[in-house]
């Protein structure tokens, strides 16, 4: 088993930065896609970005369109942890973020949170216009 713990959420302003962690216990995850899916209030839970496993210490990443070019996703195989930078935040980023991981989702199944076996509790990120 996998458990995951999210970080980092809170309250910022427009334009401001947070950084979000998800640590991971229980296994070693270096072989496993990890993905930040993000849920507002009164909708449905949304991919962000994900980091899949493409062989030896290779990753690759891919992110939504409305996450492009202010947020990024890395992780470090020895600390089994994963973060999400995330820049130029604006009030319709508020949402629950949470990490999930699972070792066979792919290039082809990032996106679908149902694919994604083992999941954090979320973090609350709020950002005030």
């Known amino acids: 088993q996998v458990q995951l713990l999210e970080s980092g959420g809170g309250l910022v302003q427009d334009g401001g930065s947070l950084r979000l962690s998800c640590a991971a216990s229980?296994?070693?995850?270096?072989?496993?896609?990890m993905g930040w899916f993000r849920q507002a209030s009164g909708k449905e839970r949304e991919f962000v970005a994900a980091l899949t496993w493409t062989g030896g210490s290779t990753y690759y990443a891919y992110y939504a369109n409305s996450v492009r070019g202010r947020f990024t996703i890395s992780r470090d195989a020895a600390k089994n942890t994963a973060w999400l930078q995330m820049n130029s935040l604006k009030p319709e980023d508020t949402a629950v973020y949470s990490c999930?991981?699972?070792?066979?989702?792919?290039?082809?199944?990032?996106?679908?949170?149902?694919?994604?076996?083992?999941w954090g509790q979320g973090t609350q990120v709020t950002v005030s216009s």
């Open positions: 999930a991981a699972d070792p066979a989702v792919s290039s082809d199944t990032f996106r679908s949170p149902a694919r994604y076996k083992y």
């Open positions: 229980g296994r070693t995850v270096s072989r496993y896609a």
